[in-house]
Nanobody, 124 residues
Framework: QVQLVESGGGLVQAGGSLRLSCTASGRTSSNSAMGWFRQAPGKEREFVTAISYSGRTTVYADSVKGRFTISRDNAKNTVYLQMNSLKPEDTAVYYC?????????????????WGQGTQVTVSS
């Protein structure tokens, strides 16, 4: 089993920045791609970004491209999400997830392990 714990959420004004972290523990896979998803009230969980284990491959949803950056530190078993130029529509619970067998998919069903989520609220 892999446990994922997110941190770094909070309340920020539009145009501001936040940095989310996700730390993995337990039986970590040596080849896990990692992804960030988000879910706003009344909406389905949606893909935000993903990164391969090596960090060489990243993919972003069009809605966050140019504003969000995913990165990882495998020595610390941690993946980061730097969010800049935040908008009210970015308000959601943000989840990190691990895909032990892939390169970083945008499909929620490819991820085997999920964190508990961290709330991000962007005020206008």
């Amino acid at each position: 089993q892999v446990q994922l714990v997110e941190s770094g959420g909070g309340l920020v004004q539009a145009g501001g920045s936040l940095r989310l972290s996700c730390t993995a523990s337990g039986r970590t896979s040596s080849n896990s791609a990692m992804g960030w998803f988000r879910q706003a009230p009344g909406k389905e969980r949606e893909f935000v970004t993903a990164i391969s284990y090596s960090g060489r491959t990243t993919v972003y949803a069009d809605s966050v491209k140019g504003r969000f950056t995913i990165s990882r530190d495998n020595a610390k078993n941690t993946v980061y999400l730097q969010m800049n130029s935040l908008k009210p529509e970015d308000t959601a619970v943000y989840y990190c997830a691990a895909d032990p067998y892939g390169l970083g998919s945008s499909d929620v069903v490819e991820y085997d392990y999920w964190g508990q989520g961290t709330q991000v609220t962007v005020s206008s």
